[in-house]
């Protein structure tokens, strides 16, 4: 379970990646294994979010850390290199975006 | 606060706009608006969550709802359409893509 909470500032990593539909399955796991392999261990790792769209043309990580400098020292372990270099293979590209969660607004829970 | 949690089974929708910077805190500000006026009292909305990007060249909203058709629902009031062309009018594109939540890989809490 993750938490989306403005007033925590967490750095934020969107990294959208397309894909041909059947690969998306393949290229989930590589994802997954790379936050269990790695980004679970390290240092200010706070959370990795895995969507996959309608179409399976896009999976979408929602990735949350405590700061850009400990996203940046994690991805210097030579296992994410590995990792990602095996992804770029499953994919046509990918887009990562760093962002600041700035704004929630949420309906009132149903009771 | 949101929750993300793929037991739940929500319609994801990430919208990405493409902004001049210093045309992203009025879209932001346009986006809230919509949420406020209309989303927060459609049925089946849960949640828009908005982020700005390091560079402000994107802004993305993250919205969760029970099902895509509360979704296209919603979509149909004039309103949203009204603060929709709004927004296009300050973007150079945008791109919503609607996902399902796979899995969540989170650290253990600090302490």
Redesign the interface.
Known sequence: ?????PSVGYF?L?N?FTVEPEKAEAL?AIL?KA??DV??HAPG??????????DRR?V?N?GQWRS?KDYEQAGKNPAVQSHMREAAKLVSSFEP???????????EREA
Request: no cysteine; aromatic share 12%; proline share 0%.
């Open positions: 379970m993750t938490i989306l909470d934020i969107i959208t989930l997954s936050t269990e980004f679970l790792f706070v959370s990795a979010n895995l969507h996959i769209s309608d896009h979408a929602y850009k975006v760093f962002y600041d969660l700035v704004k929630v607004q949420a309906a």
